[in-house]
């Protein structure tokens, strides 16, 4: 009962982050599992395809009709909101990891960019989305990508081993962004650069909307400020950040919720910036 | 997982070196087998190809 009473702040944020990771790995493997490698893509209405098939959703994303060809179907389950690829701009030979991995699709993509010199590592917390992605290697007949279950605060990676790391709306499904930041900076080489695609906010979210565990995981109640994502990528350490956000992914973005028009509090950017060669 | 990527992975716990220990592969590719962190002792499993990387608390299922 003393306990109960005695239950301090951050104890109440550590129930609430496993409340969070609890709701995300649980919506994306409904999601790994429902989906057939097929145009369905996924049960859910809220961020992802409605109906439509993940391709004419990834194009509106920024991914040409090469990129979504040259990947075999089942790794696009449209769940992204962006290229990370193309904000990263990959050289051959380089060790790419992408944070949040899902079906592999970003991830094959990066292969092919890299080429057999480079590797991609992708790491996902959820069994179900790993399993997917394994599955579809074989599918891809790649052997430079590599699929590992782990937690993006806590990245089974070494330090300074990493070229690029990449992800496409994960890190604001995280209950502890900051720490995803100083592990990715962690695992950069110096010189080494950070490429995300995520949402961002750009005015109060609801406090309902927010609190929702379904709308946390569906890539709407856990996005940061520009502000706020500046901020912890600099406390980080990392230089030359950028954070552009992208005006034109108000038309995917109206189709994740029938209730209220998200526009108005989220949008898709850009979020780059570079771990700093010691002693520039 | 290719035994050639050994080289960049590390506890996630204290980022520690991993020991690799094989019960099933094809090549260089494990598929059934741990890793053990070499600091912490925790047991780290490979299944189906799969290293399971999870800290310890978030290994519930």
Known sequence: ?280 | MKESLMDILCDPLDKSDLELEVDERDDDEILEGRLIGTETGEVYPIEDGIPNLLPPDMRDD
């Open chain 1, 1 to 280: 009962m003393s306990e109960e009473s005695t239950t301090s702040a951050s104890e109440r944020r550590t129930l609430d982050a496993a409340e969070q990771r609890r709701a995300v790995r649980n919506r994306y493997a409904r999601i790994a599992t429902s989906t057939n490698g097929e145009t369905d893509c996924c049960t859910d209405s809220e961020s992802c395809c409605d109906g439509e098939s993940p391709d004419s959703g990834s194009q509106k994303l920024g991914y040409d009709d090469t990129d979504l060809h040259s990947v075999a179907e089942g790794a696009d389950l449209g769940l992204g909101c962006g290229n990370p690829n193309a904000i990263a701009s990959l050289d051959e030979g380089e060790t790419v990891l992408n944070l949040g991995s899902g079906a592999g699709f970003d991830c094959f993509l990066a292969a092919k960019e890299v080429g057999d010199s480079g590797r991609v590592i992708g790491v996902d917390m959820t069994p179900e989305m790993v399993e997917k992605a394994r599955e579809n290697i074989v599918k891809n007949d790649a052997t430079n990508v590599e699929f590992r279950l782990g937690e993006i605060e806590h990245l089974p990676v070494s330090d300074e081993t990493v070229d690029v790391i990449i992800s496409n709306c994960v890190i604001n499904l995280s209950p502890n962004k900051p720490q995803v930041f100083g592990e990715a900076f962690r695992a950069l080489r110096p010189g080494g650069r950070l490429a995300v695609s995520d949402v961002v906010m750009t005015a109060p979210i609801p406090k309902n909307v927010q609190r929702d565990p379904e709308s946390m995981a569906a890539c709407i109640g856990g996005a940061s400020t520009i502000d706020d994502l500046r901020a912890m990528l600099s406390e980080a350490g990392f230089v030359d950040v950028e954070i552009k956000p992208k005006e034109e992914s108000g038309e995917f973005i109206r189709e994740w919720d029938d209730s209220i028009d998200l526009n108005d509090y989220i949008v898709s950017a850009a979020i780059s910036g570079e771990k700093p060669v010691e002693g520039r």
